[in-house]
């Protein structure tokens, strides 16, 4: 290998390094599971090895190996990405699921190192640029023009209730409904997704749900309705 292709590839890893970085940064200032130094190193490694996918061609291809492919190692990063990406998705109670963004994010790192490998680096950059505006600023203008329907967030709400209690009651009150003595206290657009109830051995029940809100509905807001409501006893929230 020469001198100029030394340096071109050393050119190729540091811009792929440089990409990496965009992603971490993004990731890490929202405390998600892809960091700083993981989309750096899937950025450099992915980089890397289509580099020797590449110059292997160079190096061994020819008249000997017609049917030698230039991107068949770094076609195996695709595939093999997937593996990491699963590790930070986390399944947080019934059909909550958390991650899927950050695991996105891991295979588009790999892709962008391969691109930056291959000599994209203009198509690269433009995805950078993409990935940026369509992880931050797409959800804020979702946020300020989109539909109720659009903005909405997950909250896992368990309840312990007093024996004999109609539980009917308690589901309407959470929701929102209109009942005559809930009229000026009514919060429109919650909606249950999935409840159980369980009967406990002394007699109480147990209401664990999964409630849909709108983002200005805070999971503090809900639980003081809820632990505002007769003959409930314990409450436990989590935001999903």
Same mark, same amino acid.
Request: hydrophobic share 45%.
């Given at each position: 290998?020469?001198?100029?292709?030394?340096?071109?590839?050393? #050119?190729?890893?540091?811009?792929?390094?440089?990409?990496?970085?965009?992603?971490?940064?993004?990731?890490?200032?929202k405390?998600?599971?892809?960091?700083?130094?993981?989309?750096?190193?899937?950025?450099? @490694?992915s980089?890397?090895?289509?580099? #020797?996918?590449?110059? @292997?061609y160079?190096?061994?291809?020819? @008249?000997?190996?017609?049917?030698?492919?230039?991107?068949?190692?770094?076609?195996?990063? #695709?595939?093999?990405?997937?593996?990491?990406?699963?590790?930070?998705?986390?399944?947080?109670?019934?059909?909550?699921?958390?991650?899927?963004?950050?695991?996105?994010?891991?295979?588009?790192?790999?892709?962008?190192?391969?691109?930056?490998?291959?000599?994209?680096?203009?198509?690269?950059?433009y995805?950078?640029?993409?990935?940026?505006f369509?992880?931050?600023? #797409?959800?804020?203008?979702?946020?300020?023009?989109?539909?109720?329907?659009?903005?909405?967030?997950?909250?896992?709400?368990?309840?312990?209730?007093?024996?004999?209690?109609?539980?009917?009651?308690?589901?309407?009150?959470?929701e929102?409904?209109?009942?005559?003595? &809930?009229?000026?206290?009514?919060?429109?657009?919650?909606?249950?997704?999935?409840?159980?109830?369980?009967?406990?051995?002394?007699?109480? &029940?147990?209401?664990?749900?999964?409630?849909? @809100?709108?983002?200005?509905?805070?999971?503090?807001?809900?639980?003081?309705?809820?632990?505002?409501?007769?003959?409930?006893?314990?409450?436990?929230?989590?935001?999903?």
């Amino acid at each position: 290998m020469s001198i100029d292709l030394h340096t071109e590839s050393i #050119v190729k890893l540091l811009v792929a390094m440089l990409f990496g970085l965009f992603i971490g940064i993004d990731r890490q200032l929202k405390q998600k599971p892809l960091g700083i130094r993981t989309s750096m190193v899937i950025s450099i @490694a992915s980089c890397l090895v289509t580099l #020797v996918s590449i110059h @292997a061609y160079d190096k061994f291809g020819g @008249a000997e190996h017609p049917t030698m492919d230039p991107m068949r190692l770094a076609a195996q990063i #695709v595939s093999g990405i997937g593996f990491l990406g699963a590790g930070v998705i986390l399944r947080r109670g019934g059909d909550a699921i958390s991650g899927l963004t950050s695991a996105a994010l891991i295979w588009t790192a790999s892709g962008i190192g391969i691109a930056v490998g291959a000599g994209f680096y203009l198509e690269a950059g433009y995805a950078v640029v993409l990935l940026m505006f369509a992880v931050n600023a #797409v959800p804020l203008l979702i946020k300020a023009i989109g539909p109720e329907v659009l903005n909405k967030h997950e909250i896992s709400v368990r309840i312990i209730m007093e024996p004999n209690y109609v539980l009917t009651e308690v589901i309407q009150k959470i929701e929102g409904r209109p009942m005559t003595e &809930q009229r000026k206290s009514r919060k429109p657009g919650r909606a249950i997704r999935r409840m159980k109830i369980k009967d406990l051995d002394d007699g109480r &029940q147990l209401i664990d749900m999964v409630l849909s @809100a709108p983002d200005h509905d805070y999971a503090t807001e809900i639980y003081y309705d809820v632990k505002k409501i007769e003959h409930v006893m314990s409450v436990e929230v989590e935001q999903l």
